[in-house]
């Protein structure tokens, strides 16, 4: 059946706000409250101003040479949304990938994205919008090929970018070089799922071969004619404010243009960006640090029972005290480390600024770098880059306004960027965790009860990415509960509570909110709970998930992650098999590690993994996304560890700051 | 000073500071962008290049030693239209995600392929030390033995 649409209005487009999906899904908790239900019943009044232009000729821009050019709204930071975004547009727009080009959409007279690219859902909050919207377009292209060849609309045939009828045919590229104007149709029909050719094929991403052969694509890469370099001075320790600085010996250094000192930070501005560093050095910064912090401060602090408590899943009784089964667990605060650093070019004139800068979130570096020039937003231009990776590191970007001031003061575009040691010192870290987890079981070892608390930094809360007026909705922070609830609904008593506290840094979403710590800890405790029940760790898992629809999908891949692996068949010596699940992001995920214990630290030889997705857009970038995602993941439950130490960041190099490398990752991985 | 070398078939003189390292050189008064900062120690890879063949980092060299030698960099590693068989490789596995670090790995790669045509998973292990923070080093193990492959048909 093909899905016959009214053209739609504004609001229709209102795109789900970033971790959409996963916060109304996990509002079911935390609605009971009436104020915040509320609130959330009118969630999308609220948010109205979130919504994505829904102008189809602002999304496509079609080329004299037939080209179609997609000015999309979200950003590619190696997750491969452009060619999945391609791949919906080229399905309505009949044509092949080939023609198909996708960009970055600047915040001038293009879409800009109400929120942010990040939270997994790229995909599925723009499958709609973005099909509606070529075929919008398709409509429009088709109306004016019509009136141009004196023939009735429905006459013609459109196949890969050609209209054809009536012996006559004329090219998308045609068509746009002759038409005058362009009228929106009333009514639009979606291409039925049978009939796709685009959609569902693992077709090569489309940003392949200018990252093959090194092109300038990244926000780095930019450079503008009389373009300088600057350094900002950053704090060298945590819980750290910039008080004044004397400037005086850098600005003699060879290449200095400039020392701008504003009211929170001093920056060297030079010819080169060797000169500014080596003039940054000469900067006497004088710093006001609020307290000294060690290593044992901050675990003391992220301990469960400290700060604010709140519920996010009840069900039934709590956990009995007698004959408890508990167990305690801490992650580590971490790094993104993606590897091009943050920083941005600035370019700010008397009544505009353009700003290039690899960002997550284009409308908030626009409204971050207005508000501290004084100017109007629409003075703003934000022209997103490619990006050196995202990970949650880019959704909040201090670091373009800083370049703005600079530039402002240098009166030329400034080029200003961080060092590594600054990455990883001045950064917004994965909060640390610690969590406590309770359960008790019956005589047959089956769980009648479970809690599980989890204390946390804020991850998603004082971030641009959940407006203030979302943190009252929420009560807590999703980015730092998110995969902290028990998946396993068949145990009949459940409790778990989110713990806030305030960190002396700050914290941020890392390649998912909260998914990472509390699912190792939720599933680790399973096993706990597998073995004292004496019990098969697949079949314990199985007998506890209920027979709902989401828990139908998680036995499921369990099942197809476990047979692919070969769980229950003999292994070859020392080794041994690992199994855990998750099913945040709608898409239910089962993995099976096979491990052995090389010089007393786990070696992972492979791992097995079965996912389901729903409808996959192309099969080979998931498998690329979870292919990458096993070994981050890895690499972060195995290696990645950072310290506080006198209120210093420790370490702050790749090699101390220990990830996996070629080396540590396992030589197979299977996706089914 | 000035310093004069050839990059990627091309003789260059530029006048710099003698301890600039040669990756600002290429990136900012050259203007060749595929090389990459990641992190100035030369402890992510992300700048590797050739120079007189061999694989360097070359956030941590400094440009005066360059004098008199040959100098490649990704954009001069294919030739004309036609990629480099660690190139090529990486194509068919679709090995880069964001693919910041890309070249890195790409020049480490061909270094590593002069000297071992063959390499083992030992040798890859051993050699290839960069780091990628999407974690392609799946696709990558399979993509250098991909291009070792292709390099011994072209033969």
Known sequence: MSEKKKTTSRRNFLVKFTIGTGVLVGMTYAVRNPLRRMLYDNAEVLLQDYAIGDSATAWFEITAENQIILHSPKVEMGQGAFTGLAQLAAEELEVDMDMIQVVHASTKGRPVDPRSTGGSDTISSMWNPLRELAAKMREMLRQNAASILGVSPSSLNLANGTFSGDGKSLTFGEIVQQATSWEEPEEITLKPAKDFKTIGKPVPRIDLKPKVMGDPIFGIDVSLPEMLYGVVIRPPKIDTVFVRADTRAAESMPGVVKVVQEKDFVAVVAESRPQAEMAARKVKVNWKTNKNWEQQDILDLVKVGQGEDFLIQKEGSKVKEEEMIAAEYSTSMGAHAQMEPNGSVAHVEADKAVVYISTQVPKFTRIQVAEVLGFEEEQVEVKPTYLGGGFGRRLNTPNAMQAALISRAAGKPVHVFFSRQDEFQSAEFRPPTHHTLKANLSEDGMVESIEHNVSSGDAGFGSPIIPPAMETILGADIGAWGGGRINYTGIPNIRVYSWRIKLPFSTAMWRAPGLMANTFVVESFLDELAHQAGKDPLEFRLAHLPNTEKGETIKKVLEAAAEKAGWGKSLPEGRALGIACCAEIGAPIAQVAEVSVVDNEIKVHKVTCALEVGIAINPDQIRQQVEGGIVMGLSASMYEKMEVQGSKITPTIFGPYRMATLKDSPRDIEVV | ?155
């Open chain 2, 1 to 155: 000073m000035k310093i004069s070398f050839t990059i990627n078939g091309q003789a260059q003189s530029v006048e710099v500071d003698g301890k600039t390292p040669l990756l600002w050189v290429i990136r900012d008064m050259l203007e060749m962008k595929g090389t990459k900062f990641g992190c100035g120690k030369a402890a992510c890879g992300a700048c590797t290049i050739h120079v007189d063949g061999k694989a360097v980092r070359s956030c941590s060299y400094a440009v005066k030693f360059a004098q008199g030698k040959n100098i490649t960099t990704i954009e001069g590693l294919s030739q004309g239209e036609e990629l480099h068989p660690v190139q090529q490789a990486w194509m068919e596995e679709v090995v880069p995600q964001c693919g910041y670090c890309q070249p890195g790995f790409m020049m480490a790669t061909a270094a590593l392929l002069k000297e071992k045509p063959n390499p083992t998973d030992e040798d890859i292990d051993n050699n290839i030390s960069n780091v990628c923070r999407c974690a392609t080093y799946y696709r990558m193990r399979k993509a250098i033995h991909r291009a070792a492959e292709i390099q011994a048909n072209n033969a």
